[in-house]
């Protein structure tokens, strides 16, 4: 490594640190647990993981967590991306040193989405279009109201229209991944039966609990 790249990697961690002290610093001052905002952020991370407790489909936990967990790493590296590129900004945040939406990105959006993903497929409802709905509703609504209480700061002309797409193109990711590995287990399980393939979700949940109690009345009568 030459030495011209050392220097600008110590440039680099130096800077690094300081603007981490710098967030910590903010949120001693503006952000701390002496603010209403601070308990509002607290109270959004909460309250949608116990609506989930409350809600959550047990059937299809896996299922619907991997749709959840997907929405949220999606959410979290691009929000990421977004405030290391100057693009969006959290006044206030949870953790001091930890820039991103903690409440948004891990709790209040990949429940709603992770619900809204649990209904159309228990009622057979069509997931792009409840999906878009849904990304209204977090992009407009929330992203509307997020910016006009200063939860968050747009700049370079972000704004909320492109929080919409963001928004509705992860629920729709997270939709095809999270089909495609169900067509994997499906398929692994129609060679251990034998049968054709099923691709409806609520048919594929059908027959998987069919066979469970099959192979569970055939272990009991064993």
Excluded at 152 to 165: A, T
């Amino acid at each position: 490594m030459s030495s011209e790249q050392q220097a600008m990697l110590v440039k680099i961690r130096e800077l690094s640190e300081e603007r981490t002290q710098a967030s910590i610093d903010h949120w001693l001052q503006f952000s701390n647990m002496g603010t209403w905002q601070f308990w509002v952020s607290v109270v959004a991370l909460i309250f949608p993981l116990a609506v989930l407790l409350i809600y959550l489909d047990r059937r299809r936990t896996f299922e619907i967590l991997f749709f959840g967990f997907v929405v949220h790493v999606l959410m979290n590296y691009l929000d990421a991306y977004g405030v290391a590129n100057g693009l969006v900004e959290h006044p206030y945040i949870i953790i001091p040193g930890m820039p991103i939406n903690l409440a948004i990105n891990t709790a209040l959006i990949p429940v709603l989405f992770m619900l809204t993903y649990q209904y159309c497929i228990n009622q057979s409802r069509n997931v792009y279009f409840f999906g878009l709905i849904a990304a209204v509703f977090t992009g407009l609504v929330l992203g509307g109201l997020a910016t006009a209480t200063e939860f968050l700061h747009l700049f370079k002309g972000m704004n909320i229209w492109y929080i919409f797409v963001i928004d509705y193109l992860e629920f729709v990711l997270a939709y095809w991944l999270t089909s495609f590995f169900l067509k994997i287990g499906n398929q692994d399980l129609n060679r251990k039966e034998g049968n054709q393939a099923i691709t409806s979700p609520r048919k594929r949940q059908i027959r998987y609990d069919f066979f469970r109690k099959k192979r569970e009345a055939g272990g009991g009568a064993s």
